[in-house]
């Protein structure tokens, strides 16, 4: 039996882009995409674009789609040392930004290869730029031949306030709420953990099947006490996270005083417990 | 004999005018990372000084007998844009005060952190940031690119001092997955330990070298170690074969002495 016109089906319309140089016209489409991807205040977009004085206009590339600014990618050029002698004519790579209703399209990709074509004639024999090692692994690296540098930078970070932690144990309710994974795994545990950990204020954490509590100025009561001398990204974002835990656990640079069981239901619920800190 | 590094300082806040001395001991102090943005004063002046985040009581200096000793610059936000030490002073109370100094404006304005950059190797900012309290982070993965490796060699070759008179070699190196708007080959030619480079391909080389973008770069910014590495696992491809030693050697002259990486907070925004 055949289909009759308005049954057929009809595949939707690859969009059509347009990838080119910025032009003074695309001024305020720009501001508004690299403003609402990266939540840039105007002050902080006139400071990196119009008062840079590195800034070149003709680095800056785009991709329209039916007129509308959906893309964009800037470099910023630079004098830059690779070695104790060596300076370079060099250009940071910045500010990748895809309309949130255009992504999943490949659009990054003719973005990111433009690089060949744009910084030619401009003097600059190096590109460089701060990247997601698993977006490289997929997009820059196969495009581009990008190597990863070692760098000796360490960031030294110490905690003031506890906002971040409040926010996420709030973010962790409600995931406690609507996730029945997650209710599962805190259905019974009823238990009040006690962190002090370095480059954070001290403070306690009340877990139970109905919520998580933050505590910061009555620490006393604690079933468990943590303490941790180890950077916190080394404990929690590591790949083989029991190994790392283990090896902190048996090297005393993470040290759990209380009983037993309640440390077991606290590694139980590790998986929930990082996320406060990541 | 050990000589007593001065310790007397006292701290304030910036003063139109100081600027130029800044820049002078950031350069001074920094200028043999690599990574390394000369500052001058236009450019200090934004990455800085304009920068939204911060105001100008943001910016701290310690002077001892009217010279700028040490100074950190730091966003409302809590990010130490810039942080910089005398190497010839005593650095641990002048880090430490200048450290304490910026805890204390973060808290005044109400900063959730306080985050600053360092490089790994500043020993003094490594034990007062541990005994501060201070947890470590890591730094972003940083990737770079060659754009023109012709240009890269000679630079590297300007600054050579291991000169092999003995060798006397036309290389010709075959650039894979290199874009199309760069050259697809590199001539080295090397005589009496005079070297020679063009982008003509070389009709009859006595070395020929297969390398791709990502090979050559990991080979300039890596080590002998990289260079023996991408042979065996045929990234880096050389003929004759008797000829690999010497096309090694050549390749290892323009290898980078690979000093520490280290950016500052105001060099990425």
């Known amino acids: 039996m055949g289909r009759n016109e308005g049954e057929k089906r009809v595949m939707p319309e690859k969009p ?70 060596s300076t370079v004519r060099a ?23 433009s690089e060949n074509t744009i910084l030619k004639g401009k003097n600059i024999i190096m590109s460089y730029g701060y990247i997601d090692p698993q977006l490289v692994k997929r997009v820059h690296g196969p495009l581009l031949g990008l190597v990863e540098v070692p760098t000796s930078t360490i960031v030294y970070k110490k905690y003031l306030t506890l906002a971040n932690i409040r926010r996420k144990i709030l973010e962790m309710n409600e995931a406690a709420k609507s996730g029945e994974e997650t209710e599962r795994k805190l259905a019974r545990v009823r238990m009040s953990v006690l962190f002090r950990l370095r480059g954070f204020p001290q403070f306690k954490i009340r877990i139970s099947p109905d919520a998580t509590q933050l505590e910061e100025n009555d620490l006393t009561d604690a079933d468990l006490r943590v303490e941790c001398d180890l950077t916190l990204l080394e404990l929690f974002k590591s790949k083989r996270k029991t190994l790392t835990v283990i090896k902190a656990l048996l090297t005393r640079r993470v040290r759990i005083k209380g009983s037993l069981r309640k440390t077991l239901k606290l590694y139980r619920i590790f998986n929930l417990v990082r996320v406060l800190f990541e | 004999m050990n000589r007593q590094k001065p310790t007397e300082h006292r701290l304030r806040t910036y003063r139109r005018g100081d600027g130029e001395a800044l820049i002078s001991l950031f350069n001074r102090v920094y200028e043999n990372f690599a990574g390394f943005v000369p500052r001058t004063l236009e450019y200090w002046s ?62 005044y304005q109400g900063a959730n952190s306080v985050g600053l950059n360092a490089p790994v190797q500043d020993n003094i900012i490594h034990q007062v940031c541990r005994e501060s309290g201070f947890t470590e982070e890591s730094f972003p993965s940083l990737f770079l690119r060659v754009l023109d490796l012709e240009v890269i060699f000679r630079k590297i070759e300007d600054q050579r001092t291991n000169v092999d008179k003995s060798l006397n070699e036309a290389i010709l190196m075959n650039l894979k997955n290199f874009p199309s708007s760069c050259p697809q080959h590199l001539a080295i030619l090397i005589r009496g330990g005079e070297i020679t480079f063009s982008t003509e391909k070389l009709k009859q080389p006595t070395i020929k070298i297969d390398v791709d973008i990502s090979t050559i770069s990991s080979c300039i910014f890596g080590s002998k170690k990289t260079l023996y590495g991408a042979l065996l696992k045929r990234r880096l491809k050389i003929r004759p074969l008797r000829k690999v030693l010497k096309a090694v050697k050549v390749l290892s002259w323009f290898q980078l002495e690979n000093p520490p990486w280290y950016v500052p907070k105001a060099d990425y925004g």
């Open chain 2, 46 to 107: 934004w990455c800085v000084l304009s920068h939204p985040d911060l105001s100008e009581e943001g910016i701290v200096v310690a002077i001892n007998a009217g010279r700028v000793v040490g100074y950190a610059a730091i966003e409302r936000s809590g990010n130490i844009l810039e942080f910089c030490h005398d190497p010839d002073y005593d650095g641990k109370t002048l880090v430490l005060n200048l450290l304490n100094w910026c805890v204390n404006y973060a808290e």
């Open chain 1, 91 to 113: 250009a940071l790579g910045a500010d990748l930004a895809v309309h949130r209703n255009h992504r999943g399209r490949g659009l990054a990709k003719p973005l990111i290869a």
């Open chain 1, 16 to 85: 059509q882009y347009q990838i080119r140089v910025f032009a003074e016209k695309d001024r305020v489409d720009l501001m508004k995409l690299l403003s609402d991807t990266f939540k840039m205040s105007s002050d902080f977009l006139v400071w990196k674009y119009d008062l840079n004085p590195d800034f070149d206009e003709s680095l800056i590339i785009i991709a329209v789609n039916q007129g509308q600014v959906v893309g964009c990618m800037n470099w910023l050029p630079r004098s830059l040392k690779i070695s104790k002698s």
